[in-house]
């Protein structure tokens, strides 16, 4: 009876946040609603053994490795074309917070995972050259789903098409040719969650996207 009722509360937090996402698709609490609610399901049981499949993501689950928070003003100090200081300037010049993500008590794999994943996801925007629109946003999950499997990229792509395709259906082809190339992508790549971004902040961003295997598609990069 109890295993009953924790599945349910776990069903109703994740049905909250896709409701509310659909109202509101900037409501970054609903997406991590939506991820905590599926976090002891068996998809998400299978993703992590997924991951510790791939080479080097495991050895990173076994370590929990994390990173403390970015310095943004000495990342701001190192060469332009570095990936901290494009990090730095990405996140100063768009006003966003670097520690913007729900926290995680880390207990175990899953809970490690969420959190390195919420950790490093503008690294991730800007290692594949995603914007922060709602189309990019959308391709970037189809890009984590080969990296991670991440059940709640699943989630957000399916309502994410559905909310496209009555309301504006004018983007609906733009999205899934972004999600197809993104999805492409982020199965030819090397696994991201093996990375230690944070050791290596000096390293050019073209240099990162040629050792993990990045090939961005000229018409499908920001402005």
């Not at 080097?56 to 332009?80: F, M, N, W």
């Not at 917070?97 to 809970?111: A, G, L």
Request: glycine share 4%; proline share 5%; net charge negative.
């Amino acid at each position: 009876m109890l295993k009953h009722r924790a599945l349910n509360i776990d069903f109703l937090q994740t049905i909250k946040g896709a409701i509310s996402l659909l109202r509101d698709p900037g409501q970054t609490e609903s997406v991590y609603d939506i991820e905590d609610g599926l976090s002891k399901t068996e998809a998400t049981k299978q993703a992590i053994a997924y991951l510790k499949a791939k080479p080097g993501v495991a050895a990173i689950i076994e370590e929990r490795y994390l990173a403390p928070a970015p310095d943004l003003e000495a990342l701001l100090q190192l060469p332009s074309d570095s990936l901290g200081y494009v990090y730095a300037k990405y996140i100063t010049d768009s006003g966003f917070d670097p520690n913007f993500y729900r926290k995680v008590d880390i207990n175990d794999d899953i809970s490690y995972v969420l959190f390195r994943l919420r950790q490093t996801h503008d690294l991730w925007h800007i290692v594949t050259g995603c914007n922060t629109d709602v189309v990019d946003e959308l391709a970037l999950k189809a890009f984590e789903i080969p990296q991670a499997r991440r059940t709640m990229s699943v989630v957000l792509l399916a309502g994410g098409i559905l909310r496209v395709m009555f309301n504006n259906p004018e983007d609906l082809d733009r999205l899934l040719d972004r999600i197809a190339v993104m999805y492409r992508m982020g199965a030819k790549a090397k696994p991201f969650l093996a990375q230690k971004w944070e050791e290596d902040w000096e390293k050019p961003l073209s240099r990162w996207r040629e050792e993990l295997g990045v090939e961005l598609v000229d018409r499908y990069i920001p402005s």
